[in-house]
């Protein structure tokens, strides 16, 4: 877990279980240096995971000695929400980017546009078991263009490329370990998690989100949330869009 500083009062969560926030620190935390980045704890549930973001938040707000802000990039986004009912009073504003209300239904886009001969609607996919579902995240995941999909700017996608050379790549099974746990939480759970001041950017150029629907049920969750477009821009912006950037880590 990145150390802890009285100056920290920003956290962000990265986009999946088994990723890191390595490269975002190396690319961003000199200009923002009131941002946590922050791993997730690898061969962990989602339930755990959960429990971990608590423990973290309620650390730097302590440390701090006042409320953060969260900020979370794609997966990241579920993590905060299952957070929010045990820690809300100790944040002052959360910011989601290219986070869908259900992160399964980016593999169900990503299918789509890799395989569109294939084209099922989503509920064929939301009434097949666990199983099916982690069957076709594998699926997709295997081909060879399926790294492209993330990305709109090739030389963004090449520097990042270059620069995560350097550091482990995903953790498989602390992927399948926390995904599977997570596809098995009742989604109906989350209405009006918090009612506090909350930004939730999107694209519609990002394969996983490619529509305003895939986002739009986070009103249930946040009543106050204000969605920003942003645009030309695939599941990284961060590293496609210094503008994004800035606003998105912003103080």
Request: aromatic share 14%.
């Amino acid at each position: 877990m990145e150390k802890q500083n009285s100056k920290h009062n920003i956290l962000f969560f990265h986009m999946g279980p088994g990723f890191h926030a390595k490269i975002e620190a190396l690319q961003f935390s000199s200009k923002h240096p009131r941002v946590a980045f922050l791993d997730q704890p690898l061969n962990a549930t989602f339930s755990e995971l959960t429990d971990w973001a608590c423990e973290v938040i309620r650390k730097y707000a302590q440390n701090h000695t006042g409320k953060v802000k969260l900020l979370g990039h794609s997966f990241g986004g579920q993590v905060i929400a299952a957070a929010m009912p045990s820690i809300g009073d100790l944040v002052s504003e959360i910011r989601f980017l290219n986070s869908a209300y259900d992160s399964f239904d980016c593999f169900v886009n990503l299918e789509n546009t890799l395989e569109p001969q294939n084209l099922k609607p989503l509920q064929y996919w939301k009434a097949k078991s666990l199983e099916e579902k982690m069957s076709l995240i594998f699926h997709i995941s295997q081909l060879p263009q399926f790294s492209s999909t993330y990305w709109r700017n090739v030389e963004a996608r090449n520097t990042y490329e270059k620069i995560s050379t350097s550091y482990p790549p995903v953790d498989i099974d602390s992927f399948v370990k926390a995904f599977s746990d997570y596809l098995q939480r009742p989604q109906s759970k989350r209405k009006d998690i918090w009612k506090g001041p909350t930004k939730i950017y999107y694209s519609c150029s990002d394969n996983l989100i490619k529509s305003f629907k895939v986002i739009s049920p986070w009103k249930e969750s946040f009543p106050n949330a204000h969605f920003i477009e942003v645009f030309n821009i695939g599941h990284h912006g961060l590293f496609e869009s210094p503008q994004l950037a800035d606003d998105f880590f912003k103080d």
